[in-house]
């Protein structure tokens, strides 16, 4: 299985704050990531795919980036609504999950 | 609108089966793939397995091989996950995720059920 290492696991950040969250795959994936937003009681959403395309209807704010092992995930201004926790995950090989970034704010 | 809509709250004793549904609605159900992803509580997705709506192949993640089987029924666009032999360890909320694209493995989750809490108990 491809393991995906997924920091920080926790994050405390301001309204306005840029955020980002890296992912490292154990080999390489191509661009074969995508992220997701979680809040708590409800199912995952898909935010960006095959690394940094938007999914429609997703704010511009959240953006994908990176190649091969590593990845960025980044929110350009935290807005209270981005409380969440954020998971990465493969799909080159059968699909892994990052252990996920539970994100608060400050 | 694509809708999955994931059967109710399951409790299971120790070396039960369960079995979980989830009934889609608003695209054709044979043009894509559908997923079965976990939680433990407190925890993490753990992704279980997938089939094919379209010709009933399935990959399964390995740790569940032999317990867990995904079927289809396609006259009533219903995806169904069993898994068998429970433990402790699998009480969890269980979803179904649809593939955002038309292809022959597992990818990219863009519909999700709204997950069915199965605990397993003595």
């Known amino acids: 299985d491809i393991q995906m290492t997924q920091s920080p696991s926790s994050l405390s950040a301001s309204v306005g704050d840029r955020v980002t969250i890296t992912c490292q795959a154990s080999?390489?994936?191509?661009?074969?990531l995508n992220w997701y937003q979680q809040k708590p009681g409800k199912a995952p959403k898909l935010l960006i795919y095959?690394?940094?395309n938007l999914e429609t209807g997703v704010p511009s704010r959240f953006s994908g980036s990176g190649s091969g092992t590593d990845f960025t995930f980044t929110i350009s201004s935290l807005q209270p609504e981005d409380i969440a926790t954020y998971y990465c995950?493969?799909?080159?090989?059968?699909?892994?999950f990052g252990q996920g970034t539970k994100l608060e704010i400050k | 609108q694509v809708q999955l809509v994931q059967s109710g709250a399951e409790v299971k004793k120790p070396g039960a089966s369960v079995k979980v549904s989830c009934k889609a609605s608003?695209?054709?159900?044979?043009?894509?793939?559908i997923s079965w992803v976990r939680q433990a509580p407190g925890q993490g997705l753990e992704w279980m397995g997938w089939?094919?709506?379209?010709?009933?192949?399935?990959n399964y993640a390995q740790k569940l091989q032999g317990r867990v089987t995904m079927t289809t029924d396609t006259s009533t666009s219903t995806a169904y996950m069993e898994l068998r032999s429970l433990r402790s360890d699998d009480t969890a909320v269980y979803y179904c995720?649809?593939?955002?694209?038309?292809?022959?493995?597992?990818?990219?989750?863009?519909?999700w059920g709204q997950g069915t809490l199965v605990t397993v108990s003595s």
């Open positions: 995720a649809r593939d955002k694209r038309e292809r022959y493995s597992p990818d990219t989750f863009d519909y």
């Open positions: 608003g695209y054709t159900f044979t043009s894509y793939g």
């Open positions: 089939i094919s709506a379209y010709n009933g192949n399935t």
């Open positions: 080999q390489d994936i191509s661009n074969y």
């Open positions: 095959d690394a940094s």
């Open positions: 995950q493969q799909y080159d090989n059968l699909p892994t």
